[in-house]
């Protein structure tokens, strides 16, 4: 169970005002705390960088970078005490990509398919990135999802996740109970950027229904974006 907040921009922006806003969900947002490790990721044109942490994000988080986009996630532990292995983005390279994902939800029955010391996200974001391989980017969050759901026997609390790299953003909703007003995602949209939140932080943000997804792609001045179902 986490916190998750993310944005894609044609123009370099400081990365400390999306930070403030996972802080304060951390903090204070719903089901607060969450305060077993924090991370995040930053592009920014030719850059990359990861910052991690097993402390709660309120008592040594910062991240003070330019990127024109990036991914940040407040951990609250399912699964595993706080671990700076644990924390996520959890980061790969596939087709030329650093991809990164993060995940907000719980995953059962997963004991016999992962590694006795991976968590739930990590067998998630290494079974997307396998599917990746052959498949293109919505294909593979779909497959993702549907194996997800028949190896826990569809036991689960949320499939919500994120995943980003330097030209695109992606997040997704997928949970079990309907009325679930924890396993949220929030976005808002301007002419050269977007936004994701777990909580809307201000007014303005457009809720992500269940089972629906956002991709977002940068392009030279704009940020162009799509809302579709997953199945």
Same mark, same amino acid.
Request: positive net charge; glycine residues 8%.
């Given at each position: 169970?986490?916190?998750?907040? !993310?944005?894609?921009?044609?123009?370099?922006?400081?990365? %400390?005002?999306?930070?403030?806003?996972?802080?304060?969900?951390?903090?204070?947002?719903?089901?607060?705390?969450?305060?077993?490790?924090?991370?995040?990721?930053?592009?920014?044109d030719?850059?990359?960088?990861?910052?991690?942490?097993?402390?709660?994000i309120?008592?040594? !988080?910062?991240?003070?970078?330019?990127?024109?986009?990036?991914?940040?996630?407040?951990?609250?532990?399912?699964?595993?005490?706080?671990?700076?292995?644990?924390?996520?983005?959890? +980061?790969?390279?596939?087709?030329?990509?650093?991809?990164?994902?993060?995940?907000?939800?719980?995953?059962?029955?997963?004991?016999?398919?992962?590694?006795?010391?991976?968590?739930? %996200?990590?067998?998630?974001?290494?079974?997307?990135?396998?599917?990746?391989?052959?498949?293109?980017l919505?294909?593979?969050?779909?497959? %993702?999802?549907?194996?997800?759901?028949?190896?826990?026997?569809?036991?689960?609390?949320?499939?919500?996740?994120?995943? +980003?790299n330097?030209?695109?953003?992606?997040?997704?909703?997928? +949970?079990?109970?309907?009325?679930?007003?924890?396993?949220?995602?929030?976005?808002?949209?301007?002419k050269?950027?977007?936004?994701?939140?777990?909580?809307p932080? !201000?007014?303005?943000?457009?809720?992500?229904?269940?089972?629906?997804?956002?991709?977002?792609?940068?392009?030279?001045?704009?940020?162009?974006?799509?809302?579709?179902?997953?199945?």
């Amino acid at each position: 169970m986490c916190r998750m907040v !993310g944005f894609i921009s044609t123009e370099g922006k400081s990365v %400390t005002p999306y930070f403030e806003i996972l802080k304060a969900q951390a903090l204070r947002g719903k089901d607060a705390p969450h305060g077993d490790g924090w991370g995040g990721v930053c592009y920014n044109d030719e850059e990359f960088s990861i910052k991690k942490s097993s402390k709660p994000i309120w008592e040594n !988080g910062k991240i003070d970078e330019i990127a024109k986009s990036a991914l940040l996630h407040a951990r609250k532990a399912s699964f595993g005490k706080a671990n700076v292995l644990f924390s996520h983005p959890f +980061v790969y390279n596939e087709k030329g990509k650093i991809w990164s994902f993060a995940h907000n939800g719980t995953i059962y029955n997963l004991s016999k398919s992962k590694r006795k010391d991976e968590i739930d %996200t990590q067998f998630y974001a290494k079974m997307f990135i396998e599917n990746l391989k052959d498949k293109d980017l919505l294909e593979s969050v779909r497959r %993702t999802v549907k194996s997800l759901i028949d190896i826990s026997e569809d036991k689960y609390t949320s499939l919500n996740a994120i995943i +980003v790299n330097d030209e695109m953003l992606m997040g997704w909703r997928y +949970v079990k109970k309907v009325d679930d007003n924890y396993h949220t995602l929030f976005y808002k949209s301007c002419k050269n950027s977007l936004s994701i939140s777990t909580e809307p932080p !201000g007014g303005g943000w457009i809720s992500i229904k269940n089972g629906e997804y956002l991709l977002a792609k940068k392009n030279e001045f704009t940020i162009d974006f799509e809302i579709g179902s997953l199945f």
